[in-house]
């Protein structure tokens, strides 16, 4: 089945720099690809996606890039804020309606002022 | 509705009795997930119905989880003989048929405690 791997663990970063997180897939059938932030004690909530015939996506200071070869795609967000702290997780899924969804062991991004 | 719905918020058991979770999916979607997020953040998937059927149960604990989706009812998801493994945060999801497939959108949660 499905395996993703999320890098890294946690992430510090300066308000307004750069956050990169990583995620690889060993699926090759996989081909819908969402990001979800859940704060603490809420839902996660889809915050971008792509799927595999687009290679980048991008919705204001998030973006999303997705390499089919590689099996891998990654989340960037740019300028960030304290309020992008978080914790970030990817997921997989396969083609087609109603494919559960394979999450990655997530992301907390901690953005300091 | 415009959100998935769960009920209860938060769920206290002792270890062997029985716990029910409720979910209402968004009004117009077709297929529900369960998932179990456990202390370490990490996300199970249970089971999926299309509808009143069952979808894809692969995740599931045979022996003591069962879920129902009936027609106009919230669908359940229930733990008989709870064990303190059990405690999670356990969260129902939507998504619809038709474009753009496979939007899956989250439920508050269901935090279940089993002392």
């Known amino acids: 089945g499905e395996n993703v791997e999320q890098h890294p663990s946690t992430l510090s970063v300066q308000e307004g720099d750069s956050a990169v997180i990583k995620c690889t897939y060993s699926?090759?059938?996989?081909?819908?690809f969402p990001w979800y932030k859940q704060e603490l004690g809420k839902r996660p909530q889809l915050i971008i996606d792509i799927r595999s015939n687009v290679g980048e996506k991008k919705d204001q200071r998030i973006a999303v890039t997705l390499n089919k070869t590689a099996k891998h795609f990654s989340l960037h967000i740019t300028e960030t804020q304290p309020e992008d702290s978080a914790v970030y997780f990817c997921a997989a899924s396969g083609e087609g309606y109603g494919n559960k969804l394979v999450f990655g062991a997530g992301t907390i991004l901690r953005v300091k002022s | 509705g415009e959100e998935v719905a769960q009920t209860p918020k938060h769920l206290v058991r002792g270890e062997g009795q029985k716990a029910k979770l409720y979910c209402a999916p968004i009004?117009?979607?077709?297929?529900v997930f369960w998932y179990q997020q456990v202390l370490k953040n990490e996300f199970k998937f249970l089971i999926s119905?299309?509808?009143?059927?069952?979808?894809?149960e692969t995740g599931m604990p045979k022996e003591r989880f069962s879920a129902k989706c009936l027609p106009n009812s919230p669908c359940s998801l229930e733990i008989q003989a709870t064990k303190l493994e059990d405690s999670a945060v356990y969260f129902c999801a939507s998504s619809q048929t038709g474009v753009p497939y496979n939007e899956q959108f989250f439920g508050p949660g269901t935090r279940l405690t089993v002392l």
């Open positions: 009004k117009g979607h077709s297929y």
């Open positions: 699926d090759s059938a996989s081909n819908y």
């Open positions: 119905f299309q509808n009143e059927n069952v979808f894809d």
